[in-house]
């Protein structure tokens, strides 16, 4: 399994003083555990996104801090909703020898026949499941190959995935994590409107047209405004 490491500083720093913190490029964060005591921190804003796009949420992280090195995961990342910035970051400590639950990306691998036929599309319905195991098993995705997906309808469910025999998947296996859809292409939808357009029109009352158009009333002119005065 990868290790991966960053370093962090105790933060006193709290509540809106904080900007000043991301400002200087440090994020503030968290570490908190089972039976850990709940400890405010900052880290390097370049430092974690590194770490971050390698590690994910399942890649354990040896986190220094002072003279403790602790083993963390990385829990939730708080985002702007504007601008994407990192505002906040919280690491969950855990015991190397106790399971821990996480959610474990799927890797989809190979390219499906009803794709390749040009027949279908690749529906994504899940892109994660749920997992137990001990930190140092986590695995970083779980891969699944999509290849043998032929026809409209066509999927694969969570009980299709082959999972690390150290690694329990929670999720119910009855899931469907993809499915192959049927391709619209643009000319066939154009094609399906217009067709719809003639129905109708074949539809559309016949009275309506032969309906007759009231002559509209005649303007009054200035003579005959005069006559009904």
């Known amino acids: 399994m990868k290790k991966y490491s960053i ?13 000043q913190l991301r400002k200087s490029g440090q994020i503030p964060a968290t570490v908190y555990g089972k039976n850990v005591k709940s400890v405010s921190i900052a880290v390097s804003g370049d430092a974690f996104a590194k770490v971050h796009k390698q590690a994910g949420e399942t890649g354990l992280i040896e986190l220094t801090l002072g003279k403790d090195v602790r083993p963390v995961l990385i829990n939730t990342v708080q985002l702007h909703p504007v601008t994407a910035q990192v505002l906040h970051i919280e690491f969950r400590q ?19 026949k009803a794709v390749t036929d040009k027949i ?3 529906l994504t319905i899940l892109d994660s499941v749920a997992v137990e195991a001990l930190p ?22 969570v009980k299709d995935l082959k999972a690390p025999t150290d690694v329990a998947i929670l999720d119910d296996g009855e899931l469907t994590l993809v499915k192959v859809g049927a391709l619209v292409s643009r000319e066939a939808s154009v094609q399906a409107a217009e067709e719809a357009a003639k129905k109708a029109a074949v539809e559309a009352p016949v009275e309506a047209a032969e309906a007759p158009v009231e002559a509209p009333e005649p303007i009054p002119t200035e003579a005959a405004k005069e006559e009904k005065a």
């Open 7 to 19: 370093t962090a500083e105790p933060r006193e720093v709290l509540g809106r003083k904080v900007k």
């Open 94 to 112: 855990v015991d190397l020898k106790e399971k821990v639950k996480a959610n474990v990306p799927i890797e989809l691998v190979g390219v499906a």
């Open 120 to 122: 279908g599309v690749l």
């Open 136 to 157: 140092t098993n986590l695995p970083e995705n779980i891969k699944l190959d999509v290849s043998v997906l032929a026809e409209v309808n066509d999927e694969l469910k």
